[in-house]
């Protein structure tokens, strides 16, 4: 299985989303709460600023919309190495 690192904050409704994409998946995750202090999140996103910001084995994918996108793709699982079911 991959790593899952994703910055949120506190009141984020898409980091809630995006946690529970991840649980529905049974894919374990890094929590970084971002809250009050993004400046490292927004370095290693490339400048972006807005959360989530989700990494999987260390590869940013953006944010929410971009992570259903591709679990739309069916790319998300390939993604995180899960086995074909």
Do not use: H, N
Request: glycine share 8%; proline share 4%; with cysteine.
């Amino acid at each position: 299985m991959s790593t899952v690192e994703i910055y949120t904050t506190m009141t984020c409704p898409s980091c809630i989303r995006a946690k529970r994409l991840f649980q529905s998946k049974d894919v374990a995750y890094e929590e970084i709460d971002v809250s009050f202090d993004r400046s490292g999140m927004i370095e290693r996103a490339d400048g972006r600023s807005t959360v989530p910001q989700i990494f999987i084995d260390g590869t940013g994918v953006g944010g929410f919309d971009e992570l259903v996108a591709l679990e739309r793709a069916g790319e998300l699982d390939v993604m995180l190495d899960m086995p074909a079911s």
